[in-house]
């Protein structure tokens, strides 16, 4: 058989397309759909990451330190420079927020506490569309005094700062199991915490803007607490961390392996429920930090497969049809000798 | 030139689109499937894909490499069979469509794509190479493979 002869048969046998192939409305339909999911998810991040962290520790009193700190006026205009986070060693504003009306920007900050690391929240301030915001605080259930009562939480010092317009913030509790006081209801830091996530979701869906920096990513940091999604954010640099023991070394990707990886992040889709199965390696397998094009630090892992994978919303793995092998050959990473 | 809107662009290609998906997936659901996963992919980028002026092959690559690589674990339990499922009518090419099919699923899938952008897409080497991500070099080894195996296939060598 020549390849003429070849291309004759497969010329032959392929069959008319069926008309709704050149029907664009059910792409586009399920495209949004599917968009959809990921944007509505979002509200769930923050519960998910604090339920993940209950531990035998007793939760600390947010009462402890009630302030209300000066700053100076900052611009509205940029979300990564309004209302940035106190310095670790400062004191942090802790305040109950009398008129969420008067509120020109929310951030997420957080602090380590008591030798305990905390992740830090999305690199942008909400800074438009705060009403949104602010009207779905008010629609939040007020909190349960024994809602914790059988539960302690890993303790940290992480607020939402309220930034007034005169420039200066009010701090409220961002985590579980902490009061958080808003207009005279006492509400649970988390879904305060939720319902800014949202908001943040909903500016990036709006607002198009991008962090300045794509410097490496360290891999002792901890992925942020945000809303990134690989239906929109794009990876811009990453580092491949290797487990404590094992022949994968610490190694920055170089811009192919980072244009690799973001293409297959771009292209993450919902992990299969019957997903491949594999035999857990002989050693185990590396992670990558990642840091996208909004500021945000993303964790990626590796399954046992060699596949590399994402967890968003709350409990939803993205595979991102890339193997840590073939990223080795597209940039070059390797194993230590 | 002005690139198509994404509803154009579906309009005119995708009956193409579904052709080539068949001939890799060898069903016809499972070629509208593919084709729309990979346009799902691009409609999320659709204004950049526009601006770079090559949306056909951008659109091309994306359902190649969806097939060679996430439909890999997603089709984790495919293997080839005597009977293919299909529900195109049975014409008179039927019988030479199914022995096509049978001998173009015992290829391995990287083989499978080459022969499909080589001989029916009528890419060159270097073309295909960029379509699939890989190098000329790897894109002739493969091409040398599957020629053999497609020749050494009985119900093929009768066809030809």
Known sequence: MTEEQLRDILARVVPEAPDSAADPVPVVRAARARRRVQAVGVAGVAAALVVGTVVGVRAVDPDDDTQVVDQPPVSMADPYDTAPCPGLDSDWPNAAVADLDAVTAVRYCGRPLNGFDAAAGPADALVNDVSVFTAAVRSIAPADPGRCAAVDVMPTDSRLLFLLP????????????????????????????????AAVDGQRDTHQYAAEDDDPVACTSLPDISPVSPARERLVSATVCPQEGTSWSEQVLDASGVEALDGAWTDAEPAPEESVSCAPPDEAMPWIMARSDRGDLVRIDVDDCGALAFQGYPTEWYTLGLTIDRLQELSGIGRLD | ???????????????????????????????????????????????????????????????VTTYTDWWRRKWNGERPTEVLPDVVHRDADWGVR??????????????????VL???????????AEVLGISVGTVKSQTSRALSALRSSAILQEQA
């Open chain 1, 166 to 197: 005169d420039g200066s913030y009010v701090g409220v509790p961002a985590g579980m199991c902490q009061d958080a006081e808003v207009e005279g209801r006492v509400l649970d830091g988390n879904d305060l915490t939720s319902a800014l996530l």
């Open chain 2, 1 to 63: 030139m002005t690139a198509p809107a994404f509803e154009e662009f579906v309009a005119s290609r995708g009956r193409d689109l579904w052709r080539t998906a068949w001939l890799l997936t060898g069903d016809a659901h499972k070629a509208e499937d593919l084709v729309q996963t990979a346009l799902m992919k691009c409609w999320r980028r659709w204004s950049s894909i526009a601006n770079d002026g090559a949306v056909e092959a951008y659109v091309r690559r994306t359902m």
């Open chain 2, 98 to 115: 199914q022995d096509t099919l049978a001998a173009l699923a015992a290829l391995p899938r990287g083989q499978r794509a080459v022969v």
């Open chain 2, 118 to 128: 080589r001989f029916y897409e009528d890419l060159t080497e270097a073309q295909t």
